[in-house]
């Protein structure tokens, strides 16, 4: 079809000065601002609120639909007032005769789709054009539909809702005299989303509002945000790396110890990339489900990732060398995220990422505090973005009993001991109880994890990782304030000790993980994340057998480790190799299995004493380790 790619209200010298493409417009004429986009490009007006979508060529598309109840595609800072009206030209792909693409009026939140506010006019690609009501709990109201000869599958198809206050009437293409009219006064928020449902790609070739006004988008429900006051109170706790580790990660670094001696170096390339990098925090955080679009999933996930081992990094290298360059900057991507950051979200994958990265940042600011690298408003601050946000994040799933489950308790877990919060610490290591009662069988398998990939298995190894990554760094830091969950046994009469066994057993010959009959080559992440290897990046999947081999010391666990050299990951701790590899402490070593002769069947907290600071010992028998 023929497009008109420019509106008749805009001056002839903005036409003009523009070249090669038409952005959306907006133009006032009589007090009555228009908008118009004919999608040359996708521009900041859009925000892609469910869904991947794209804008070239005069169109946009959906390229990768959203969740369940599809895509979305949200005007940003403008809405509809109560007198206006709003018309699209689009046309559909895929989907089934009842499926359908419209948008929605008045809605309220960003994100919201059809089920959560206002009102969607949609065509479904049988000719029924509908206007429903978002009822809440993903249920709709119907308030009027009818057949008609529009077919979105086939042809392009116009619709116009014209808002008269409580009425609204809706036409198709040229018609003057509306097909349907409704009256209903719950939603007026004003806020306008292009919306298609399901898997179905919407294709749009126009948008034209009357009556527009600047509009100042609402938080999500799902929204936890920051009131910007600093924490008031000032007692800090270790978390994981205190100053007597580092002396002695230093010491072995200049005695050419393994795995710090190939470990360090590492850090070093990586935390000197760091200082060419500038933080990127965006002001709302969230992360669609990572099977619906993995594409969309990593970039929103990325930023935060890369930004909180940036700054891990750096501090680690800070404290190492002395020098400021690498302190400063970490400071600035701890400042960048608690001074942009207005709101994080919930729903979706958010609250599951925000658990698993974030506690980098925290890593990042113990290594910090107190320094010069680091003014005290400024840790202040952190601390307090800290317990209102982060914290919070971490509760909205910490009721899960998979690995979702386990990543909240690693950011509660170092979140409570960041901030000295002795109750919160307790009710950490009561949840991690609970955690190891229900994840690990009598055989010290994690049946929640191991069938993973829809019962197939091929994803077992790597999410029993992913389950035993966090509850192993929440071990270490609970055992800082005194707990002991390395040593606990649950009623099957096993523990962590028992899984680290089973798991490794599997990394070593994976022929004999019993839950997947495929080929073996085809299981996922068996010791490194497959996606980054093939990017050329090697982040290990099982860097945590770092901390089982210093608890649960074994031959098995030795020769992976000698076998993979100083590991690191992406996920909450990285340079494990670097910051506890071969600092056996033989104290706190567990040779024998759980639930022994002679050993506590539920130690809890060691005599009701603190740990007497963390010291790393003298890197155990031999000291040094051929990797």
């Known amino acids: 079809m023929t497009k008109n790619r420019w509106r008749s209200s805009i001056a002839a010298a903005v036409a003009i000065a523009l070249v090669g493409f038409a952005p959306p417009v907006m133009a006032q004429a009589d007090e009555a601002t228009t908008f118009g986009d004919g999608f040359d490009t996708l521009s900041s007006a859009w925000a892609q609120a469910a869904g991947s979508w794209q804008a070239s060529g005069g169109a946009a598309r959906v390229v990768t639909p959203g969740s369940t109840r599809g895509s979305v595609l949200a005007l940003v800072d403008y809405g509809l007032e109560p007198t206006s009206s709003a018309t699209a030209t689009f046309r559909t792909e895929g989907g089934g005769e009842s499926a359908w693409a419209g948008f929605t009026v008045h809605r309220a939140g960003t ?12 065509v479904r690609n049988n000719g029924e054009l509908a206007v429903i009501e978002a009822a809440g709990n993903s249920a709709v109201t119907y308030h009027g539909r009818t057949a008609t000869d529009a077919r979105p599958g086939a042809d392009w198809v116009t619709v116009t809702a014209r808002l008269d206050g409580e009425q609204l009437s809706v036409s198709l293409g040229n018609a003057v005299a509306p097909t349907l009219t409704v009256t209903d006064g719950t939603f007026a928020s004003g806020g306008f989303s292009l919306a298609a449902h399901r898997d179905v790609r919407m294709v749009v070739d126009d948008v034209e509002l009357t009556g527009v006004s600047e509009r100042e988008e609402p938080a999500p429900a799902d929204c936890v945000a920051w009131s910007g006051e600093p924490s008031a109170e000032s007692a800090r706790g270790t978390v994981l790396n205190d100053d007597a580790r580092l002396d002695t990660v230093a010491e072995r670094v200049r005695k050419g110890i393994e795995p710090q001696a190939s470990a360090f170096p590492r850090l070093i390339d990586e935390a000197d990339a760091g200082l060419q990098r500038a933080p990127a925090p965006p002001e709302t955080f969230f992360v669609p489900f990572f099977y619906n679009n993995p594409t969309a999933h990593r970039a929103a996930r990325d930023g935060l990732q890369n930004d909180a ?42 609250a599951l990422a925000f658990s698993y990265h974030f506690p980098a940042f925290v890593l990042a600011a113990e290594l910090l505090r107190g ?31 998979n690995n979702w489950g386990s990543w909240a308790l690693e950011l509660t877990t170092v979140g409570a001991a960041y901030l000295g919060d002795a109750a919160g610490v307790q009710a950490a290591y009561d949840r991690a109880v609970e955690l190891v009662e229900h994840q690990i069988d009598a055989n010290g398998h994690m049946p929640e994890e191991v069938t993973r990939n829809n019962g197939v298995g091929d994803y077992g190894i790597w999410y029993t990782h992913f389950s035993l990554l966090p509850l192993m760094l929440v071990a270490e830091t609970l055992d800082l304030h005194g707990y002991d969950l390395h040593s606990y046994v649950n009623a099957h009469g096993t523990g962590l000790q028992d899984a680290v066994e089973q798991v490794s057993g599997w990394v070593a010959d994976p022929a004999s993980f019993p839950y997947y009959a495929g080929d073996v080559a085809k299981l996922a992440n068996v010791r490194t994340i497959d996606y980054l290897r093939a990017t050329g990046v090697i982040a290990h999947s099982m860097s945590y057998l770092e901390l089982a081999q210093n608890r649960y010391p074994s031959d098995a666990l030795e020769q992976l480790l000698a076998e993979e050299g100083a590991m690191t990951t992406i996920h909450s701790a990285p340079y494990l190799s670097l910051t506890h590899g071969g600092l056996l402490d033989p104290d706190k070593a567990h040779p024998g299995k759980p639930g022994v002769p002679g050993k506590p069947e539920h130690p809890g907290r060691p005599g009701g004493s603190a740990h007497p600071g963390g010291h790393p010992g003298n890197g155990g028998p031999g000291g040094h380790r051929t990797r």
Not at 379 to 395: C, K, Q, V, Y
């Open 309 to 350: 081992n940036t700054a891990y990094q750096l501090a680690l290298a800070y404290r190492l060398t002395g020098d400021a360059r690498y302190g400063a900057h970490a400071a600035a991507f701890i400042d960048a995220w608690t001074g942009t950051v207005e709101c994080v979200r919930t729903s979706e994958d958010s």
């Open 371 to 401: 320094t010069d690298a680091w003014p005290a408003e400024s840790e202040a601050a952190f601390a307090g973005f800290l317990r209102e946000t982060a914290l919070p994040i971490a509760s909205s799933i910490l009721h899960r009993t």
């Open 111 to 122: 994100t919201d789709d059809y089920t959560q506010s206002g009102y969607t006019i949609l």
